[in-house]
């Protein structure tokens, strides 16, 4: 791992940890004001890399199950360096599978091998662990881009 690659990893930490308390709001994007999962990952996208690469459609809270097709996957692979799930590192993104077999609709980012920071329907973005009930929902882990 290259001091560039440590830095970047490091400043997207310290990012997410800039949302933390953010509270919870479905589809927005906005650090301090309201975020869900993936308007973090955005908002901390749109502050160490840039403007975001695609836009967005509306979606509702059940939209992973009502496509058919793993959409949040499909688009971390677009756009993302897909990594490993063993060993993870801190500032790599994981998306999650609530149903066994469903397809991905959580996303949170990693800040140490044992906490991750996430929105979560109901409550602010929050750093908690990544026990066994997320580890075992993983379903893709990813690097963001290196900017420039």
Known sequence: MSWCDSA???SIVTEARQ?????????????GAG????????????????????????YTPDWAERAGEDALLAALKRHFVIR???????????????RTGGPSRHCAILTAPETVIHAWQ?????????DGFWRKRISAVAAFPMPG
């Open 35 to 58: 975020t869900d999962c993936l308007g973090l990952v955005r908002g901390v996208w749109r502050t160490l890399i840039g403007p975001e690469p695609e836009g967005l459609p509306a």
């Open 19 to 31: 949302w933390i308390g953010t509270p919870y709001h479905h589809q927005a994007s906005r650090k």
């Open 84 to 98: 490993d799930v063993a060993p993870a590192r801190p500032g790599d993104v994981l998306l999650f599978r609530i």
């Open 8 to 10: 970047f990893r490091a």
């Open 122 to 130: 109901g409550r602010a973005v929050a750093e908690t662990p990544l």
